[in-house]
């Protein structure tokens, strides 16, 4: 089994950052892509940025140019830095990654959520 752990959510004014991480943990052979979701109250859960191993990037139209997703593979994490923050970006955000295991089986994880919320 892996368990992805978030965190870095909270309370930020409009045009604030925060910085949040993901790291997975368990039976880990390598991951392969990993990124970041988020559900809005009433909402489907969009797609923010996902980051290959070899660092290749992918973002959502709202997110480009205000979010950077990386990753440490090292300590297989994930990180995604927000800055100008918006009220609509108020959401709970999930990270999400892509698992070789050891046993050579290929699964997909999702971590429990953390709250962003955007409010003055």
């Known amino acids: 089994q892996v368990q992805l752990v978030e965190s870095g959510g909270g309370l930020v004014q409009p045009g604030g950052s925060l910085r949040l991480s993901c790291e997975a943990s368990?039976?880990?052979?390598?991951?392969?892509?990993m990124g970041w979701y988020r559900q809005a109250p009433g909402k489907q859960r969009e797609l923010v940025a996902t980051i290959t191993s070899g660092g290749s990037t992918n973002y959502a139209d709202s997110a480009n140019g205000r979010f950077t997703i990386s990753r440490d593979n090292a300590k297989n994490t994930v990180y995604l830095q927000m800055y100008s923050l918006k009220p609509e970006d108020t959401a709970v955000y999930y990270c999400?990654?892509?698992?070789?295991?050891?046993?050579?089986?290929?699964?997909?994880?999702w971590g429990q959520g953390t709250q962003v919320t955007v409010s003055s």
């Open positions: 368990g039976r880990i052979f390598r991951i392969y892509a």
């Open positions: 999400n990654a892509d698992v070789l295991h050891i046993s050579l089986s290929r699964s997909t994880y």
